[in-house]
């Protein structure tokens, strides 16, 4: 336990440094990655992937097209059969949908067959997973041995791809399985209001969100008598703006 604190304490320390240096780099005027999560965010959120935690992840601009690419996903790791479930109940979505990967494109021949010499960069081609790699990744793996995949470069995606060989460097599979930030009948999400809600909305099993490389994770609510000593906070400019006389007339501090 105290350990899990010591490293949510580095990667507060850490987002927000990183979010210091992305208002100066826009103050700059400059297009860098601003919101680039931390090398610390990265290894945490790698971490609870490797462990089996479902996460959100919102980086960089939104996407538009048919499918998510790594800006606007639900994560999660396809080396854990229960995954392809527990994801489907996260989207709320019918259990025999099949759920795609992510692979690192310099590693995508040793697991899959039959791709192009471009690869599938935009998650648009099927391919067999091969016999002898399906039962280390059963959760992206479809009844008949084949995935619609994506294969991702550091050109195209560095920060995905980084988060990816992370996870590889955990868990020692060079993929992560990657589906779009929504529930059932909802767009993908676009601004940090979108996931916010999204992640709030979703089961419990979505237990963490990493937006524009800052880390939300999902809390229980007090139950018994920690209920009854939970001592709300708030800042006090919240306070001030929503204090009211009874007649609804609105009341500075």
């Known amino acids: 336990e105290h350990k899990e604190e010591h490293e ?49 992840w919102v980086h960089g601009r939104a996407e538009v097209g048919a499918r998510a690419l790594g800006h606007r996903s639900i994560l999660a790791n396809p080396a854990l059969r229960e995954m392809h479930s527990k994801v489907n109940t996260v989207k709320q979505r019918e259990q025999w949908r099949p759920l795609a990967p992510s692979v690192l494109a310099d590693h995508a021949e040793q697991w ?29 793996t479809h009844v008949d041995g084949s995935a619609r995949l994506q294969t991702v470069t550091p050109e195209d995606s560095p920060i995905y791809y980084a988060l990816i060989a992370a996870f590889m460097a955990l868990a020692g599979i060079p993929m992560v399985m990657n589906t779009s930030f929504n529930l059932n ?69």
């Open 185 to 253: 009948r909802m767009p993908i999400v676009e601004s940090p209001r979108d996931a916010l809600a999204c992640f709030l909305e979703a089961d419990e099993a979505l237990s963490l969100l990493i937006l524009h490389g800052r880390v939300l994770r999902r809390r229980p609510f007090p139950e018994g008598d920690a209920l009854h000593t939970a001592v709300p906070t708030q800042q006090r400019s919240f306070v001030s703006r929503c204090m009211a006389s009874s007649s609804g007339e609105a009341l500075r501090a």
């Open 8 to 56: 949510e304490q580095q990667v507060q320390e850490s987002g927000e440094r990183s979010e210091q240096q992305g208002r100066q780099g826009r103050q700059g005027g400059e297009e860098a990655a601003w919101d680039a999560p931390s090398s610390a965010v990265m290894q945490y959120a790698a971490a609870a992937l490797s462990r089996g935690e479902i996460l959100g």
């Open 112 to 140: 899959f067959e039959g791709l192009p010499p471009g690869g599938s960069p935009y998650m648009q081609i099927t391919a067999q997973v091969r016999e002898e790699a399906q039962g280390r990744v059963p959760a992206i």
